[in-house]
């Protein structure tokens, strides 16, 4: 086990690389930052020269592969770091130098046990991209298919274990400080976090994922996922078609190519639509280096490193509540808030629906260019607070996607109207889902089943008795041991100073400062 002495180091050096790139100003500032945490952030960035303006993503790339990761796994939470800090950070890339051929040749030939020349006649030594995790090759197979080859880099899986220990670490005495920082759960963020993390990190998964979109998108028009060659892919490498095509950002190119870009931008909406409410598992990294437009508009995502699942009752409460905004019924967004449980049950339904129209009317009917984002999600977040909502974890990869695609959307027509867009598709989802032909449909399966399983039922209906809630049961979190639980009570009060300061110097909560569900 890790000494508490070295999560302690680790954590003054990010503190201070954070602080030199001003990402700590935010956090120091905000009222919610516990007092002790807030003091000693000041501390860590004593004596530097720091940016007039912050510069969050700087920060996470100075610190390393698995901070950047983080930081874009906080790009969800402006509730946790800041609006400001969350914008800044969901334009976090993974850009860093790449790996030297030789020893990318190495992991190849170790990973398949046979040597490279076996598996592909040619391979760039020069990779076309080079990120956190992993870099990525053009290669042509020895049967003379084009394909792109991705590569984890040496050591990886290594560094972000030792890494994450120390998030763990920190998050638990920070959620330990209680309050504010409490609520929002900062242990279960970096849980999450973790979960996303190991799934990018074992390439065959990330294969499978690419191969389940495959197959639940295949219908849908203008969208399109490489097929993946399972002959050359493993834990450490994987190897997909390649995709000769122009990235999405590159919005000239696209209009030169006579692409019909307001058409693009609906479609890449009803895309991400399609995924996260009709098949509850979608493309959760949909930023714009992960898009290509081929030469006949088709859409094709690459990257599966990262994807949300939301199970069919939670996809028919985020139906019904995106319906309900589109259209102004806040009553009903309310209702399935406490329905879910997503809202304490002590509070007003009324109250609720009052405090959602506050948010909701401003946005209705308007453009994407003419709404402000920071007052929305100010509004948002200040309802979680006054309602005592506590974060939804299995939301936070549909959030940070739902801003993803949007801002896509928006660069591709700045008139778009995401109400608009998705409206008709919710509303025919819930009629399709939810009406009552489905209901019915529904309804004699679940009492089939339910007589089949009738013996086993009666043994386990106290278990069963209990209404489930919206959010599903949480793995266990690890056990970390709390400092200041380990002293007496005199010598707890300063102990638990110090480490919350160390913590605003470089954990979660400062880490987030640099940054930002699902």
């Known amino acids: 086990m890790t000494r508490p002495a070295t999560h302690i180091w680790r954590l003054l050096k990010w503190g201070r690389t954070l602080a030199k790139h001003g990402a700590l100003r935010g956090l120091e500032s905000d009222p919610n930052t516990p007092p002790p945490v807030r003091r000693l952030m000041r501390l860590?960035?004593?004596?530097?020269?720091?940016?007039?303006?912050?510069?969050?993503?700087?920060a996470f790339r100075a610190i390393g592969p698995a901070a950047i990761k983080l930081g874009q796994?906080?790009?969800?939470?402006?509730?946790?770091?800041?609006?400001?800090?969350?914008?800044?950070?969901?334009?976090?890339?993974d850009n860093l130098p790449p790996v030297d051929f030789a020893e990318i040749r190495k992991v190849i030939e170790t990973s398949f046990g046979q040597p490279l020349e076996n598996l592909f006649s040619t391979i760039e030594e020069v990779p076309v991209g080079a990120a956190s995790i992993a870099q990525v090759h053009r290669a042509t197979t020895t049967d003379g298919r084009e394909v792109a080859v991705k590569?984890?880099?040496?050591?990886?899986?290594?560094?972000?274990?030792?890494?994450?220990?120390?998030?763990?670490?920190?998050?638990?005495?920070?959620?330990?400080?209680?309050g504010e920082a409490a609520r929002l759960r900062p242990r279960m963020t970096i849980a999450n976090f973790e979960r996303w993390t190991n799934r990018e990190l074992d390439l065959r998964r990330e294969a499978a994922s690419a191969s389940e979109l495959m197959e639940s998108m295949k219908a849908i028009e203008g969208y399109e996922v490489p097929d993946v060659d399972w002959d050359r892919t493993n834990g450490r490498v994987m190897t997909v078609a390649w995709v000769d095509g122009t990235k999405i950002s590159d919005r000239q190119a696209l209009v030169e190519a006579d692409h019909d870009l307001s058409e693009m931008a609906q479609r890449l909406v009803l895309a991400f639509l399609t995924q996260a409410i009709s098949g509850g598992f979608f493309h959760a990294d949909m930023h714009q280096g992960n898009l290509f437009v081929k030469a006949d508009g088709t859409i094709v995502a690459i990257d599966f490193g990262i994807m949300g699942r939301i199970d069919r009752q939670a996809r028919a409460w985020l139906a019904e509540i995106l319906y309900g905004l589109t259209t102004g019924n806040y009553k009903r967004v309310a209702e399935i808030h406490f329905e879910a449980q997503y809202v304490p049950s002590y509070h007003s339904v009324g109250e609720f629906a009052t405090a959602l129209r506050a948010v909701g009317e401003p946005m209705r009917g308007k453009p994407v260019k003419e709404l402000s984002v920071g007052q929305m999600l100010d509004g948002l977040f200040a309802i979680t607070r006054d309602f005592d909502m506590q974060t939804q974890p299995h939301l936070l990869l549909l959030q940070k996607t739902m801003v993803m695609v949007e801002g896509i959307a928006t660069q591709l027509n700045p008139e778009i109207n995401m109400w608009d867009t998705s409206g008709p598709y919710v509303q025919a989802w819930i009629r399709d889902e939810l009406g009552p032909e489905s209901l019915v449909a529904d309804r004699l399966k679940e009492d089939t089943d339910t007589l089949m399983r009738l013996p086993a039922l009666i043994r386990r209906i106290e278990d069963k008795f209990p209404p489930k809630g919206g959010a599903p049961d949480q793995a266990p979190l690890p056990d970390v041991p709390l400092?200041?639980?380990?002293?007496?009570?005199?010598?707890a009060g300063i102990g638990g100073y110090v480490i919350a300061a160390i913590i605003g110097g470089g954990a979660v909560w400062a880490a987030a400062s640099a940054g930002l569900l699902g």
């Open 44 to 58: 860590a960035r004593f004596g530097t020269i720091q940016p007039r303006v912050p510069d969050y993503a700087s």
């Open 73 to 93: 796994s906080l790009a969800t939470r402006p509730d946790l770091v800041g609006e400001e800090a969350a914008e800044n950070l969901l334009s976090l890339q």
């Open 151 to 178: 590569v984890m880099r040496p050591g990886i899986r290594e560094k972000f274990e030792r890494d994450i220990q120390t998030y763990h670490w920190a998050a638990a005495h920070l959620e330990g400080l209680g």
């Open 483 to 491: 400092m200041w639980d380990k002293r007496d009570k005199r010598s």
